[in-house]
């Protein structure tokens, strides 16, 4: 069965930098989209970014020049690097895979990783 596992989250000083990161198991033919998305208390969850299999990015405007999305096809994870964090980056963090598995085009959540920016 397919599986996302997130790391990476943790408590961080505004200003400071996480990297993120989430990796798929089991039986995937291919990976279409590789995104994160985070949700704050009393907010809606929202895209912060997210890759495509053809390499095309899009960010959030909230995110633009201080985080940078990236993969490893090869070990089927992607990756948020987080700079320059600021209280209000405070969220859990979920990756979601778009993938094919048996005929089946599916989305898939990791668990979630709380960050935290506070001083």
């Known amino acids: 069965q397919v599986q996302l596992v997130e790391s990476g989250g943790g408590l961080v000083q505004p200003g400071g930098s996480l990297r993120l990161s989430c990796a798929v198991s089991g039986s995937i033919v291919s990976i279409f989209v590789m995104g994160w998305y985070r949700q704050a208390p009393g907010k809606q969850r929202e895209l912060v970014a997210h890759i495509i299999s053809g390499g095309n990015i899009n960010y959030a405007d909230f995110v633009k020049g201080r985080f940078t999305i990236s993969r490893d096809n090869a070990k089927n994870t992607v990756y948020l690097q987080m700079n320059n964090l600021k209280p209000e980056d405070t969220a859990v963090y979920y990756c979601?895979?778009?993938?094919?598995?048996?005929?089946?085009?599916?989305?898939?959540w990791g668990q979630g990783t709380q960050v935290t920016v506070s001083s």
């Open positions: 979601k895979f778009s993938v094919l598995t048996t005929s089946r085009k599916s989305e898939y």
